[in-house]
C-alpha cells in the first residue's frame, strides 16, 4: 500500500478528520490533503510524529514486506553499535510474530539470535571495559576475572571450564538426525580437535572422506589438525607441506596452511601464507580474513606499525569492494588502527 492510502487508512482508523490530525501534528489541513491525494510526501522528519499518533512503527507507514523488514532489521544491526531499547523490542516483537508463519520462520529465528548476539555483543563489550578497570584498580583480586573471560573470550585454565563436551553433544546429535548435511560434521570435528579427542575425530573424518560435497583439501587440513593434536607434529607438517605443493595457487590451500602455521607460531610463514591466498583469491569483494590474521601476528610481534598499516589494507578493502561506509566492521577497523598508531614507538 502506498503511504498516501495508508495515512487516510490509518486516520480513518483513529477517528480523526484531516483538520484534528493537522492540529496534532502542527501542519496545515492543506498538508495532510496533500499527502492524502499523493500531491507531496511528510517531510521525513514528522515520520516519527506520525508514527506514534497512529500507534504504529515507521514501518507499518510504508506497510512494508517481511522480507522488506528482514532486511532492515538485519542492516541495521549491521550499521549500529548498540539498539535502543524502544527499537530493540519493536524488532522483537516483530521477529516472535513470525515464528507462526512457516515461510518466515526460518529467516526469524535466525535474525532473533542476530539480535539477541547483537546485544549480548554490545553489553558484553561494556562488561568486558569495567572487568579491566576494576582488575587494573586491584590486580591481586580476582572477582572480576571470570566476567572479562566470559565478556571478552579469555581463555579459562581449568579443564572442565575450558572444555566442549556440551558444544560436541549437541553437534553430534545434530549430525545423527541430518546425516544428509555436511556442516554438522565440520562443527563437531573443530571442537572434538580442539579438546585432542583424536580418537572420535578420526573416526567423524572417516564418514566425511566417503562424502562427495566436501573439498578434498578440507578432509587433508582435518588431517594435519588430528595429528597435530594427537601430539604427531612432524606427521602433521608433512601433510601440509604436501598439500600447499600440489595446490600452490590455491586460495583456500594457502589460507588453510596458514591458520596451521599461525596456530604452531610459525609467523613467518603463516604471513607469507595468508599473503599469498589473498593474492590468489579470485572471487570479489575478498574476505578480509587473511588480512586479519596478518594483523594479528604482527600486533604479537610487537610490530605495531605494520599492524596498522595491514589494518589500512582492511579499511580500503571495506571500502573500495565491499562499499562500506558506516558499518560496525569499518568502524571497528578504524579505531583499531587508531589504537595500534598509538603504540608506534
Known amino acids: 500500500m502506498e503511504l498516501d492510502k495508508k495515512i487516510r487508512q490509518l486516520r480513518f ?19 495532510v490533503s496533500k499527502w492524502e491525494n ?4 511528510p517531510d521525513i522528519t514528522i515520520l516519527p510524529q506520525l508514527a506514534e499518533v497512529f500507534g504504529v512503527t515507521i514501518d507499518d507507514l510504508f506497510d512494508l514486506s517481511a522480507e522488506q523488514k528482514f532486511n532492515r532489521i538485519e542492516n541495521r544491526i549491521d550499521l549500529e553499535d548498540e539498539l535502543s531499547q524502544d527499537v530493540f ?4 516483537e516483530f521477529l516472535k510474530q513470525q515464528l507462526t508463519n512457516e515461510e518466515h520462520k526460518i529467516r526469524a529465528t535466525e535474525l532473533l539470535a542476530l539480535l539477541y548476539w547483537h546485544r549480548l555483543n554490545s553489553f558484553g563489550k561494556k562488561a568486558a571495559a569495567y572487568a579491566k578497570e576494576a582488575i587494573r584498580m586491584a590486580p591481586g583480586k580476582k572477582e572480576c576475572q571470570w566476567i572479562l573471560q566470559k565478556a571478552a573470550g579469555h581463555c579459562a585454565w581449568d579443564w572442565n571450564i575450558s572444555n566442549h563436551t556440551a558444544a560436541i553433544a549437541f553437534y553430534r546429535q545434530l549430525a545423527e538426525e541430518n546425516p544428509q548435511e555436511r556442516l554438522p560434521y565440520l562443527y563437531l570435528l573443530d571442537h572434538l580437535i580442539v579438546d585432542h579427542r583424536t580418537t572420535e575425530a578420526k573416526e567423524v573424518l572417516d564418514k566425511l572422506i566417503t562424502r562427495k560435497d566436501v573439498n578434498p583439501i578440507l578432509i587433508t587440513v582435518y588431517q594435519a589438525n588430528i595429528a597435530l593434536a594427537d601430539y604427531h607434529e612432524q606427521e602433521a607438517d608433512e601433510i601440509i607441506q604436501q598439500m600447499v605443493a600440489e595446490h600452490e595457487n590455491d586460495s583456500v590451500s594457502l589460507f588453510e596452511a596458514a591458520q596451521y602455521y599461525a596456530k604452531k607460531a610459525d609467523y613467518a610463514k603463516a604471513i607469507g601464507l595468508y599473503e599469498k591466498s589473498f593474492e590468489n583469491t579470485k572471487r570479489r569483494p575478498r574476505f578480509q580474513d587473511e588480512l586479519m590474521g596478518i594483523a594479528d601476528i604482527y600486533e ?25 561506509k558506516e558499518e560496525t566492521a569499518l568502524k571497528d577497523a578504524q579505531n583499531k588502527r587508531n589504537l595500534l598508531l598509538a603504540k608506534v614507538k
Open 38 to 41: 499523493a500531491v507531496s510526501m
Open 89 to 92: 523490542i519493536e524488532y522483537e
Open 300 to 324: 604479537i610481534m610487537k610490530d605495531y606499525r605494520k599492524a596498522a598499516e595491514t589494518y589500512d589494507r582492511i579499511i580500503d578493502l571495506l571500502v573500495n569492494e565491499w562499499g562500506f
Open 13 to 31: 482508523k483513529a477517528g480523526y478528520t484531516q483538520e484534528q490530525l493537522a492540529d496534532r501534528l502542527g501542519v496545515s489541513p492543506q498538508s
